[in-house]
Nanobody, 130 residues
Framework: VQLQAFGGGLVQTGDSMRLSCAAS????????MGWFRQAPGKEREFVAA????????YYGDSAEGRFAISRDNAKNTVYLQMNSLKPEDTAIYYC????????????????????????WGQGTLVTVSS
């Protein structure tokens, strides 16, 4: 499956932004999807994941209750709605796909979640100014 993330840009503190990730090449509904981010000089960190049906979601600490992941299988797209953005949310945001079961994803140590996803998009830069 090929993934392309878009929707990033420059926003101000407190603004909202929605990222999108379009998938192609394989049946989108056969994949659980995730969002990760990588800030300058830091490791890539898990943000959120959603099951193939959209019925189960899982969030990392970085989401802090401000982010929401969703998907539209008819459009082969997964979304990340980000609210109340802070300068520390500045990062490249990546979408990823996996066929690992969500119950496994949800029990993996946070630092291992990157290895649980097999397919990655190119990332989209989000910059939050103070």
């Amino acid at each position: 499956v090929q993934l392309q993330a878009f929707g990033g840009g420059l926003v101000q503190t407190g603004d909202s932004m929605r990222l999108s990730c379009a998938a192609s090449g394989r049946p989108f509904s056969s994949y659980n999807m995730g969002w990760f981010r990588q800030a300058p000089g830091k490791e890539r960190e898990f943000v959120a994941a959603i099951s193939w049906s959209g019925g189960f979601t899982y969030y990392g600490d970085s989401a802090e209750g401000r982010f929401a992941i969703s998907r539209d299988n008819a459009k082969n797209t997964v979304y990340l709605q980000m609210n109340s953005l802070k300068p520390e949310d500045t990062a490249i945001y990546y979408c990823a796909a996996t066929q690992v079961e969500m119950k496994v994803i949800a029990t993996m140590p946070p630092d291992d979640l990157t290895s649980g996803f097999d397919y990655w998009g190119q990332g989209t830069l989000v910059t939050v100014s103070s």
